[in-house]
């Protein structure tokens, strides 16, 4: 067995594990949950899941605050600059939650704040998306939640929710739309940079990681 296959059974059983927590714990559905553990170790699974109800036989709440407008289709003009993409990444989601349909790269680079956040020197100035997250916040209320994630761990978190990423060996910025087939959905502000588009596989990920991974809290 190889050392890829061996990670893989590393990070199946991890899931598997965690989805005992997530059912003594109640937490069936959503992100993160049995249901959202499900999908990861089996994308192509069809679930129809029925938790107990405490309160009430009533149906989920409709979607709240950012979700209840997200447009995943949101178009991803490409960069102008080869140091933008991260200030493009942030303005995919400023648009596609609407906070401020107006965004744009230059515009966020303003935002994340010139010379000393963002530069041409460097492009981001902190890779772990701090300064994006920041943003976010301060600027338009919406929380989010930052980790280096693995493939099915940030298969599982964009099922959920949308965000942001860089690969260390990408050195490059996308935004996340969700997730197609067994792949992650991207807006890509360079498509065909080292070979990658509109989606990213396990493998592409594999060999452009580690990944920074920044998704928006639901709610």
């Known amino acids: 067995m190889t050392a890829a296959e061996l990670d893989q059974l590393d990070a199946q059983q991890a899931l598997l ?15 993160p949950s049995l249901e959202a553990n499900l999908l990861a170790l089996d994308p192509g699974l069809t679930l129809s899941p029925r938790p107990p109800l405490v309160e009430s036989e ?11 407008v997200y447009d995943p289709n949101t178009s ?4 102008a600059a080869s140091w933008t993409c991260s200030a493009c990444s942030l303005a995919w989601i400023e648009r596609a939650t609407q906070v401020n349909p107006g965004a744009n790269e230059w515009s966020a680079v303003d935002e994340i704040g ?20 920041r943003v976010l916040r301060d600027s338009y209320g919406l929380p989010s939640s930052q980790a280096w994630l693995n493939f099915d761990s940030a298969y599982a978190t964009y099922g959920q ?3 942001m990423m860089s690969g260390g060996s990408w050195y490059h910025w996308v935004a996340v739309r ?18 990658v588009y509109d ?4 493998d592409q990920f594999n060999s452009l990681g580690p ?3 920044v998704w928006l809290n639901n709610g």
Do not use: E, H, V
């Not at 594990?17 to 992100?31: A, H, I, K, V, Y």
């Not at 009533?58 to 209840?68: H, M, S």
């Open 17 to 31: 594990t965690d989805s005992l927590g997530r059912m003594l714990q109640g937490q069936w559905l959503g992100f």
């Open 58 to 68: 009533a149906g989920p709440a409709p979607p709240q605050g950012w979700q209840a």
């Open 76 to 79: 991803m003009p490409p960069q």
């Open 114 to 133: 010139s010379p000393q956040n963002i530069n041409s020197t460097y492009g981001l100035m902190d890779g772990s998306g701090a300064q994006l997250q």
């Open 161 to 163: 929710t949308a965000g």
């Open 178 to 195: 969700g997730i197609t087939g067994s792949q992650l959905w991207i807006a890509n502000s360079a498509p065909g940079y080292k070979g």
């Open 199 to 202: 989606t990213l596989s396990r």
């Open 211 to 213: 990944f920074s991974c």
